[in-house]
């Protein structure tokens, strides 16, 4: 088996908390697996790594390759729905839908035998994270003085990987292995809302010949939309060695060195006072509360007749607009620096020639990109896969396997941390092989659960599940 070459929201006024970049893809480091045959065992292939995933795994797995291939796997759909559960004493839940058609993996190995003996090279372009969501929501809940709640978000967060690399052994059981690639992180949000609500006013009230009909509303529509990217090189280099010849351990470390950061951020957002028959309030509608100065008094007034609008945004704070009403503009950029990295320690037995069983654990530092959060510092992950592969039959086989996908946001939830999900996930794949050609389907799924504090000024975290499949096909041809 180790010949294989196998075929990868108190609304605004109580308003949903506006985190730019709140999806798990740039914390969960496993959503996509990379590899026709990682993927089927679940990611562990460290200590396999004979095909063109081996760049991404451990280069050094390269050099036991025994021939030239290309390789491919197509997710033909990838379906996500979070749920974000009890938001409104313990009632109401928001879901976040999407559907997905993801190119997971392309890549291929070169036999360079002529140039060096156990020589082999690689090259691939993969998907290591593809997600939507999708949520329209319109609420109505007098009961907690909500007259009218709507919000409609979509954003779309995509990371390619691409690059080169050799493997060469230097003894029949110990080899080396170099990558170099390049990364390319993308994230797009735009998000409307519209909030209505009830309120009680300050240091003014409503006189009672007003009160006696009319209810004061609050209302306040924001849109934000945001684009992030990274762009970064990733070195790697890889150990495999093959202590018996039934078991094999292998050690990699791959580092990024970003070389450019682009945020570009625009936010609208308007506040207006009115009754509930839409009709604007005036000062003469109104009285000062006892004991409240005259001064105070008139601010709420102000405030209440809409003589002050205000622009809140991402980068100013609260003012007053003089005439047009005006969005405001982030647009900036970063320099080179040291970005992600991860390291992974890999073991694989081969029991029979039908059989092998591996295992892998992986340590992920990540520092703060801009395309996760610019204001969030996160932690370092440690994931662990395990995956078998069996064939039934010269020609028939299954690979399988189980991992964890934890997230690399801190614990503690805060405004700029606004949720955490930990993922575990599940693989299985049937395929068939012939002497040069092989195919497989199956399906990756993975269950998370975790916290969110999905509403603005929110205290208790509230619980959050979401549940992603991957369908997949792959497919290996030997040149």
């Given at each position: 088996?180790?010949?294989?070459?196998?075929?990868?929201?108190?609304?605004?006024?109580?308003?949903?908390?506006?985190?730019?970049?709140?999806?798990?893809?740039?914390?969960?480091?496993?959503?996509?697996?990379?590899?026709?045959?990682?993927?089927?065992?679940?990611?562990?292939?460290?200590?396999?790594?004979?095909?063109?995933?081996?760049?991404?795994?451990?280069?050094?797995?390269?050099?036991?390759?025994?021939?030239?291939?290309?390789?491919?796997?197509?997710?033909?759909?990838?379906?996500?729905?979070?749920?974000?559960?009890?938001?409104?004493?313990?009632?109401?839940?928001?879901?976040?839908?999407?559907?997905d058609i993801v190119?997971?993996?392309?890549?291929?190995?070169?036999?360079?035998?002529?140039?060096?003996?156990?020589?082999?090279?690689?090259?691939?372009?993969?998907?290591?994270?593809?997600?939507?969501?999708?949520?329209?929501?319109?609420?109505?809940?007098?009961?907690?003085?909500?007259?009218?709640?709507?919000?409609?978000?979509?954003?779309?967060?995509?990371?390619?990987?691409?690059?080169?690399?050799?493997?060469?052994?230097?003894?029949?059981?110990?080899?080396?292995?170099?990558?170099?690639?390049?990364?390319?992180?993308?994230?797009?949000?735009?998000?409307?809302?519209?909030?209505?609500?009830?309120?009680?006013?300050?240091?003014?009230?409503?006189?009672?010949?007003?009160?006696?009909?009319?209810?004061?509303?609050?209302?306040?529509?924001?849109?934000?939309?945001?684009?992030?990217?990274?762009?970064?090189?990733?070195?790697?280099?890889?150990?495999?060695?093959?202590?018996?010849?039934?078991?094999?351990?292998?050690l990699s470390g791959?580092?990024?060195?970003?070389?450019?950061?682009?945020?570009?951020?625009?936010?609208?957002?308007?506040?207006?006072?009115?009754?509930?028959?839409?009709?604007?309030?005036?000062?003469?509608?109104?009285?000062?509360?006892?004991?409240?100065?005259?001064?105070?008094?008139?601010?709420?007034?102000?405030?209440?007749?809409?003589?002050?609008?205000?622009?809140?945004?991402?980068?100013?704070?609260?003012?007053?607009?003089?005439?047009?009403?005006?969005?405001?503009?982030?647009?900036?950029?970063s320099g080179t620096?040291?970005?992600?990295?991860?390291?992974?320690?890999?073991?694989?037995?081969?029991?029979?020639?039908?059989?092998?069983?591996?295992?892998?654990?992986?340590?992920?530092?990540?520092?703060?990109?801009?395309?996760?959060?610019?204001?969030?510092?996160?932690?370092?992950?440690?994931?662990?896969?395990?995956?078998?592969?069996?064939?039934?039959?010269?020609?028939?086989?299954?690979?399988?396997?189980?991992?964890?996908?934890?997230?690399?946001?801190?614990?503690?939830?805060?405004?700029?941390?606004?949720?955490?999900?930990?993922?575990?996930?599940?693989?299985?794949?049937?395929?068939?092989?012939?002497?040069?050609?092989?195919?497989?389907?199956?399906?990756?799924?993975?269950?998370?659960?975790?916290?969110?504090?999905?509403?603005?000024?929110?205290?208790?975290?509230?619980?959050?599940?979401?549940?992603?499949?991957?369908?997949?096909?792959?497919?290996?041809?030997?040149?």
């Amino acid at each position: 088996m180790m010949r294989s070459s196998f075929l990868p929201f108190v609304l605004c006024l109580i308003g949903f908390a506006q985190s730019s970049y709140s999806n798990a893809g740039p914390y969960n480091f496993s959503d996509i697996l990379p590899g026709d045959r990682g993927m089927g065992m679940a990611g562990a292939f460290g200590a396999v790594a004979d095909d063109s995933s081996a760049l991404y795994y451990n280069p050094a797995g390269l050099a036991f390759a025994s021939s030239s291939n290309i390789s491919a796997s197509v997710n033909a759909l990838q379906m996500t729905r979070r749920d974000y559960q009890k938001l409104f004493n313990d009632k109401d839940s928001f879901y976040e839908n999407s559907q997905d058609i993801v190119p997971t993996f392309t890549g291929g190995v070169l036999d360079l035998t002529r140039y060096a003996d156990s020589l082999h090279g690689a090259f691939n372009l993969q998907s290591l994270t593809q997600q939507s969501s999708n949520q329209n929501d319109i609420l109505r809940r007098p009961d907690i003085a909500v007259e009218y709640f709507h919000r409609s978000a979509k954003s779309q967060t995509s990371e390619i990987l691409f690059g080169t690399g050799i493997g060469k052994r230097f003894l029949p059981n110990f080899a080396l292995g170099f990558s170099l690639g390049g990364r390319q992180s993308i994230q797009d949000q735009q998000t409307y809302q519209d909030v209505s609500q009830i309120i009680t006013t300050t240091n003014v009230k409503l006189k009672d010949s007003i009160a006696a009909d009319k209810s004061l509303f609050s209302t306040l529509t924001t849109n934000d939309r945001s684009t992030a990217s990274v762009l970064a090189a990733e070195l790697g280099a890889g150990a495999l060695w093959a202590p018996w010849p039934s078991f094999s351990i292998g050690l990699s470390g791959h580092v990024d060195v970003l070389l450019k950061q682009e945020l570009n951020k625009e936010t609208d957002s308007l506040s207006l006072f009115h009754y509930n028959d839409y009709s604007i309030p005036v000062a003469s509608d109104f009285e000062s509360k006892d004991g409240v100065s005259g001064e105070e008094s008139q601010k709420s007034i102000d405030r209440y007749t809409n003589k002050k609008i205000y622009r809140v945004s991402s980068n100013n704070a609260p003012r007053v607009l003089k005439g047009s009403f005006a969005p405001s503009y982030i647009n900036e950029s970063s320099g080179t620096g040291i970005g992600r990295s991860r390291i992974r320690l890999g073991f694989a037995s081969f029991p029979s020639s039908r059989l092998v069983v591996a295992g892998d654990v992986v340590w992920h530092r990540s520092v703060n990109e801009w395309i996760a959060n610019r204001e969030l510092t996160t932690e370092d992950v440690l994931n662990a896969h395990l995956g078998t592969e069996y064939f039934f039959s010269p020609t028939f086989f299954i690979r399988q396997g189980i991992f964890s996908n934890f997230d690399a946001r801190p614990k503690e939830l805060r405004q700029s941390n606004p949720e955490r999900i930990d993922f575990y996930g599940t693989s299985i794949f049937l395929g068939t092989q012939t002497s040069d050609t092989q195919f497989s389907g199956g399906v990756v799924y993975q269950y998370g659960l975790g916290e969110a504090l999905k509403i603005a000024n929110q205290q208790i975290p509230k619980p959050v599940r979401e549940d992603k499949y991957i369908l997949s096909f792959t497919a290996t041809h030997g040149l």
